[in-house]
């Protein structure tokens, strides 16, 4: 009898889409599709079934969540989600192309904002963008100078509070490794994260990240 051929574990995308409407979910569900073959899309009605849905799966990649829902605001939820689960990216959706709101959420934390006239493909693109460590910042935004609480350039997104987290532990001196285990992440994820800190300091390594994040304000962890 022939052995059978090797295979390779085949890395799954899992996304959570949180809104209280079923045809919103599924429509986002479809869309979502389109960014790989193996992505697993989990929804949730309330934030109540969300962060249920959260605990169960820790190894989710990304969260869209309405900034609209029936058990709490949008900007509450990303609050908690903040607190327990630091290192897990949410982009913000929302009917409203308001500027101020998508201000209030970039600040609180969020990854992207994304309203829900948005087309498919730019969907797929801040979705993408954010996988990938980076904060996808609304059209209407581009080329403000107030999206974050530090003084940025008018090119310079802000850092994501995961983001924050990382970099004040590498103002502390940790490696990739004591990182992962005090943000109970992995060290995949720190990686990624400290791939997006360089981008933003445009910086080339660690020392130089830690040097110019002091000059902008920065302060350790522990301080």
């Known amino acids: 009898m022939s052995a059978r051929p090797a295979t390779t574990k085949e890395i799954v995308v899992k ?7 079923a045809l919103v979910r599924e429509g986002l569900h479809q869309v979502l599709k389109g960014l790989d073959e193996n992505v697993v899309v989990l929804q949730a009605g309330t934030c109540g079934q969300a962060f249920d849905i959260t605990q169960q799966h820790l190894d989710l990649d990304l969260v869209l ?61 801040a979705v993408r963008l954010v996988l990938d460590g980076e904060v996808y910042t609304p059209r209407e935004l581009e080329g403000r100078s107030d999206v974050s609480g530090f003084d940025q350039l008018p090119d310079k997104t802000p850092l994501t509070q995961r983001q924050e987290l990382v970099l004040r532990e590498l103002l ?29 300091f445009d910086v080339q390594n660690r020392t130089q990240a830690v040097v110019a994040a002091a000059r902008s304000g920065y302060r350790p962890a522990t301080a």
């Open 15 to 21: 996304i959570l889409v949180i809104d209280d409407h």
């Open 65 to 125: 969540l309405d900034y609209h829902l029936p058990d709490m605001t949008g900007l509450e939820a990303l609050d908690i989600f903040g607190r327990r689960h630091p290192e897990l990216p949410i982009v913000m959706l929302s009917g409203s192309a308001n500027t101020q709101i998508m201000r209030q959420v970039l600040q609180s934390g969020a990854s992207g904002f994304v309203t829900k006239s948005t087309l498919s493909d730019e969907l797929l693109h």
């Open 172 to 200: 502390d001196g940790r490696s990739n490794k004591e990182i992962a285990l005090t943000l109970n992440v992995s060290e995949e994820t720190v990686k990624t994260h400290v791939a997006a800190i360089l981008r933003h």
